[in-house]
């Protein structure tokens, strides 16, 4: 059994009125999608994990920090990226 805090999850959503913010940029290398993203938050070491679409067919997982952070997904163009905003409480802004 391992004990972990999740303080600063309940301390976003119930103690501050705005919506943890998923920045998000894109640039494209060749045939690979770099995708930037890092959380903005009124609490400090905020950090969620955030399932998102790199096909119609592909979901992942991004793990996001209040830091900005890199992932490159093979094969995957801008227009195919995409990030599950309707199934979390978030706002996403960026791209």
């Known amino acids: 059994?391992?004990?972990?805090d999740f303080t600063y999850f309940f301390d976003q959503y119930l103690r501050?009125?705005?919506l943890p913010e998923l920045q998000v940029e894109l640039v494209e290398q060749g045939s690979?999608?770099?995708v930037r993203h890092r959380?903005?938050?009124e609490v400090?070491?905020?950090r969620m994990?955030?399932?998102v679409y790199v096909s119609h067919e592909r979901m992942q997982w991004i793990y996001p920090t209040n830091?900005?952070?890199?992932?490159?997904?093979q094969d995957t163009t801008d227009e195919e990226?995409?990030?599950?905003d309707e199934s979390f409480y978030i706002t996403v802004t960026g791209f």
């Open 1 to 4: 059994y391992v004990k972990q």
């Open 16 to 18: 501050h009125t705005t």
């Open 32 to 34: 690979d999608l770099v």
């Open 39 to 41: 959380w903005r938050s």
């Open 44 to 46: 400090e070491n905020f």
């Open 49 to 51: 994990p955030i399932k």
């Open 67 to 73: 830091q900005w952070q890199s992932t490159v997904f």
């Open 81 to 84: 990226f995409d990030v599950d």
